[in-house]
C-alpha cells in the first residue's frame, strides 16, 4: 500500500508559477512510477507528466509540455510538479498517482493521492 498527499495548489495569475508536491509513504517509493493528472469541473480526469523510477525518464501532455517540470526526490519519497507560465485552462484539482509502470492511462494506476486544488485567474 502506498499513501500518497499532496500539497503545493493555490490561487494565481495567469503567467505565474507554483509547485505541487507529493509526498509517498509505505511500500518502497522509488520503484513507482509517479505520475500527475488534473481534472477540471465537468472533465475527464487527462494526464499530465509522469516520471520513470529512479527519474531518468519523463513524460508530458503537449499542454503543459515546455512549461510544467516533473521530478522526485527518491531520498525525501516525493514528486514534484513544477508549474511556469500558468494559464486559466490550467485550473483543476490535480492528483498525484503511483504505478508499477509507465502510463498516461489513469486507469492504470494503482495509488492516488486526494488531490490539490490549482486555480489561475486571468
Known amino acids: 500500500q502506498v499513501h500518497l498527499q499532496e500539497s503545493g495548489g493555490g490561487l494565481v495569475q495567469a503567467g505565474g508559477s507554483l509547485r505541487l508536491s507529493c509526498a509517498a509513504s509505505?511500500?518502497?517509493?522509488?520503484?513507482?512510477?509517479m505520475g500527475w493528472f488534473r481534472q477540471a469541473p465537468g472533465k475527464e480526469r487527462e494526464f499530465v507528466a509522469q516520471?520513470?523510477?529512479?527519474?531518468?525518464?519523463?513524460y508530458y501532455a503537449d499542454s503543459v509540455k515546455g512549461r510544467f517540470t516533473i521530478s522526485r526526490d527518491n531520498a525525501k519519497n516525493t514528486v514534484y510538479l513544477q508549474m511556469n507560465s500558468l494559464k486559466p485552462e490550467d485550473t483543476a484539482v490535480y492528483f498525484c498517482?503511483?504505478?508499477?509502470?509507465?502510463?498516461?492511462?489513469?486507469?492504470?494506476?494503482?495509488?492516488w493521492g486526494q488531490g490539490t486544488q490549482v486555480t489561475v485567474s486571468s
Open positions: 498517482a503511483a504505478n508499477s509502470h509507465l502510463s498516461n492511462l489513469a486507469r492504470e494506476y494503482d495509488y
Open positions: 509505505g511500500r518502497t517509493f522509488s520503484t513507482y512510477v
Open positions: 516520471v520513470s523510477w529512479p527519474g531518468y525518464t519523463t
